[in-house]
């Protein structure tokens, strides 16, 4: 679950980081009045990145300026985003600027933290053009991430004296905030050093999903997209894409395969959507009302192995409600003879080969009206 900046920063607050002061507003007229001081920065806040060359970042000297930048940013799309809140935020006199962060490496199971005094830039490119310029500590978690760690880590990207005592009690705070709100991400990017302070110019945190249950003061994720909560409302593992063709299966596997052959055909996903191993005619039943509301979908692929799942279930699902786009399934496994017999009495042939299915299936879209591939 990934926070907006203004959400990670409360948090940022709470945890004794540093930061600007600032306030989210919904409307420009709310400018008017901020207890802020000039200049401000008037920062979109949508859960993508690229807002800056997005134009979703703007320097405002004054009330009326700060306005102009509320009205051009708000309702602007940012990689499928829309702008729905701004954050303004009293601007910073930046020196100079560090990356600090806490993430999981899964492959050692642990916290890791990673420092750079290449603060301001995408880590991912620092580590593409000057790997040398990041350090790293794994946490050992029994021993936690102490303050002689923080002091050695800030000490190889560079500061001295008082910036590196600064720079120990942000780490080892952004180091608690990770642990107790059990984030897979703390980031601050860039941490700005100014004339007398280290400041937190911009936060990112992504919390765990599956550790909500434990923290019921979270704010509900705004990364989902209707259908994707109707899903989930369902029980369903649904993810929109951008593609035209709807792709429905039984468990995570083998949908994830079905796209891999969808897209060797020349096909374009619309989603993925997996009613699970043992999926009924009820959740299959759900599973084609939301594969089948998204705009824009031309045909339908139904990739069914049949162990727990029986697919006499499967077909009953699929001739109970009128299909809006031609379907193409494939239908193996418990009771799929009379499963078979149900798809052929209502006109639906039933493929034994996942790769046939697939050919038919992106032939479908592109006679309904979907993109060709060269």
Not at 52 to 74: D, N, Q, S, V
Not at 116 to 123: E, H, K, N, V
Not at 287 to 302: D, E, N, T
Not at 328 to 352: D, H, K, S
């Amino acid at each position: 679950m990934k926070l907006h900046e203004y959400q990670a920063k409360e948090l940022f607050t709470r945890y004794g980081i540093p930061t600007q002061r600032g306030v989210m507003i919904t409307r420009p007229e709310e400018i008017d009045g901020l207890d802020l001081r000039y200049p401000v920065v008037v920062k979109a806040q949508v859960l993508v990145g690229g807002r800056g060359k997005a134009g979703g970042i703007k320097l405002a000297a004054t009330p009326a300026e700060a306005r102009g930048h509320a009205r051009t940013i708000l309702g602007m799309s940012i990689t499928g985003e829309v702008v729905r809140r701004l954050l303004v935020a009293e601007a910073a006199d930046i020196k100079s600027e560090y990356y600090l962060a806490f993430t999981l490496d899964r492959e050692v199971r642990r916290f890791v933290a990673i420092a750079s005094a290449a603060g301001g830039i995408a880590i991912e490119e620092v580590a593409r053009t000057a790997p040398e310029r990041i350090v790293q500590h794994h946490v050992d978690p029994f021993i936690g991430f102490q303050p002689f760690h923080a002091r050695e880590l800030g000490t190889r990207v560079g500061l001295r004296e008082g910036r590196l005592t600064a720079f120990a009690g942000i780490a080892a705070s952004l180091y608690r905030l990770a642990v107790q709100e059990e984030a897979e991400l703390a980031e601050i990017n860039p941490l700005a050093a100014t004339d007398g302070a280290l400041v937190a110019v911009d936060a990112k945190v992504i919390l765990d999903d599956s550790a909500a249950f434990r923290h019921p003061d979270r704010p509900p994720t705004e990364e989902e997209t209707e259908l994707e909560r109707a899903a989930r409302q369902a029980e369903l593992s649904y993810v929109e894409l951008d593609g035209d063709l709807a792709i429905i299966g039984n468990g995570a596997g083998l949908v994830m395969s079905t796209l891999d052959v969808v897209a060797q055909f020349g096909g374009r996903p619309a989603n993925f959507l997996d009613v699970g191993g043992g999926a009924t005619t009820e959740n299959m039943a759900a599973a084609l009302a939301i594969a089948l509301r998204k705009p824009g979908v031309q045909a339908l692929l139904i990739n069914i192995f049949g162990g727990i799942t029986r697919c006499d279930d499967i077909a009953r699902a699929i001739v109970a409600r009128p299909l809006e786009v031609p379907v193409a399934v494939r239908l193996t496994g418990t009771n799929e003879e009379e499963g078979r017999r149900i798809l052929q009495a209502a006109g639906i042939r039933a493929f034994t080969d996942a790769e046939e299915a697939a050919r038919e299936a992106v032939g479908l879209s592109r006679a309904s009206g979907g993109p060709r591939s060269e």
